[in-house]
């Protein structure tokens, strides 16, 4: 796996139950890099909301989220595609 500028890619292993180990490859952010002054898109937000509230993550969690401040996507068509995975 090529690794992006500003991230770095690692492999992470899980022992499921029964003792089988499963292999994930990431691509971790230099988090030097990161700027806290951004927003995301609010169609983004929602997705991330949809996901941690499928997977039961917890309330606390789900809060803070949901305090994040978004912004609208100035490519309408681009919100409208990704708001499709929330139906």
Do not use: C
Not at 11 to 23: K, M, P, W
Not at 36 to 59: C, F, I, M, T
């Amino acid at each position: 796996m090529a690794a992006e500028v500003g991230y770095s890619p690692e492999v992470l292993t899980l022992t499921r139950q029964g003792n089988a180990e499963v292999a994930f490859m990431l691509s971790v952010k230099d988090t030097s890099l990161l700027d806290d002054s951004l927003q995301p898109y609010a169609w983004y937000k929602d997705l991330v909301l949809a996901g941690a509230r499928e997977h039961n993550l917890p309330a606390e969690y789900i809060r803070e989220i949901e305090n994040i401040v978004a912004i609208q996507d100035p490519d309408r068509r681009r919100g409208r595609r990704e708001r499709q995975f929330l139906s």
